[in-house]
């Protein structure tokens, strides 16, 4: 998958951009805060439909205006397409997704026309925070190869506040559970398991996948990444069956806390080294080298499952990393197009044949001149496909 041409329209810090980037590497240095990130972000607005740092779609409208905009041109194995995201603030705030001009209805609509995996600081927060974190990495890649999972995660959501809405409004009129409960309990489990078995297969991909590249990065052997999936119901049998035994027997337990204490919005990911909890014995290195590994995991499923590879958005990672680890990182990335944020233009010397940008701030908007234009891309030759 080549991102042909990235257009921004009062994009955060942005009045106008059009860019037509390399088709191999892409490297943007400059000062912090020059809207290096603001790139990346508009990317994964056109792969998800959302912001991979903020909540609120309004923060992400340059600052006066009335509406923001960011459009990808991109060419995948078999099709070439268009993809536009309008954002407006205020309090009617709007977003429209638009696919070849075409406005969609539903954001599952554009769940793998442009499939991305981004690498950023934040990404630590998938060893040393909670199960949220990363039960959001698992939601975010699943649901770009998989637009069943991505429908199967929606209706679980709404029977989910549906039947916590029930809870909470017996507890706080002090009445019997309203009947209703079992309707949104089936429909739950319905869903439940396509989540549970995709997340599962998930998980095994992970863990075979991202111990090589944890060895292949860190370039020490003797240390092994193992990755397990922690659902939150267990047990041999139709995990459907079971997560429903499980949310009838809870009623009451849950009706005292007001929520639902079982199912996929309970699962985890373990995350370990050398059979040791990363996230109580792993040094600040491990943890970035393994949250790395993690994403070039998921990199590697989507490319199996799609026979496509996604765009890679590699956001202020050289940095962090010894040459050592540059140098095997940028051996596993020469088959994506990628997009790299760095504040020194020397963290990528020892690699020829990138795009060069300088990114810089002036009078407030970023600028982005090139620096250096870069070699032919030794990527395969993705052909413009036929209409005939």
């Not at 954002?87 to 442009?114: F, Y």
């Not at 989910?160 to 309707?183: G, H, S, V, Y």
Request: aromatic fraction near 6%.
């Amino acid at each position: 998958m080549i991102i042909k041409e990235l257009e921004l329209h009062h994009f955060r810090n942005y009045d106008d951009l059009r860019l037509t980037p390399h088709e191999g590497i892409n490297l943007f240095f400059g000062q912090n805060g020059s809207g290096k990130t603001n790139l990346l972000e508009a990317i994964h607005y056109c792969s998800l439909g959302k912001s991979h740092r903020i909540n609120q779609d309004l923060n992400a409208v340059q600052m006066g205006q009335e509406g923001a905009s960011c459009r990808l041109s991109v060419l995948g194995k078999y099709a070439r397409n268009d993809v536009e995201v309008r954002l407006r603030p205020g309090e009617d705030s709007v977003k429209t997704v638009l696919i070849d001009s075409r406005k969609v209805s539903r954001l599952s609509e554009m769940m793998g026309v442009v499939r991305c995996v981004i690498f950023s600081p934040e990404d630590l927060n998938l060893i040393r925070e909670g199960p949220a974190a990363r039960r959001r990495f698992l939601d975010m890649m699943i649901s770009q190869i998989s637009r069943s999972y991505f429908i199967a995660l929606q209706q679980y959501r709404i029977a989910l506040n549906q039947r916590n809405a029930i809870l909470r409004q017996a507890r706080m009129e002090n009445l019997p559970i309203n009947p209703m409960i079992a309707d949104f309990e089936a429909s739950m489990c319905e869903q439940a398991k396509i989540i549970y078995q995709e997340r599962q297969k998930a998980a095994d991909f992970l863990s075979e996948a991202g111990r090589e590249i944890y060895r292949s990065i860190s370039g020490l052997p003797d240390e092994t990444l193992t990755i397990t999936y922690a659902p939150s119901v267990h047990g041999e049998g139709d995990p459907a069956e079971l997560l429903l035994h499980l949310l009838q027997q809870s009623r009451e337990d849950d009706l005292r806390q007001g929520t639902t204490s079982a199912g996929p919005q309970r699962d985890d990911l373990g995350l370990y080294l050398n059979r040791k909890s990363m996230k109580l014995y792993a040094s600040q290195g491990q943890m970035r080298t393994a949250a790395l590994s993690l994403k070039l995991a998921q990199r590697k499923l989507i490319f199996r499952m799609t026979e496509d590879q996604p765009v890679l958005l590699l956001d202020d990672v050289m940095s962090e990393l010894d040459l050592r680890r540059r140098m095997n990182l940028l051996q596993l990335i020469d088959q994506s197009q990628t997009f790299i944020t760095c504040a020194d233009e020397g963290d990528l010397d020892m690699k020829q044949g990138n795009r060069t940008y300088h990114v810089f701030s002036e009078n407030g908007a970023a600028r982005i001149e090139k620096v250096k234009e870069g070699a032919e891309t030794e990527l395969p030759v993705l052909k413009e496909p036929s209409f005939d």
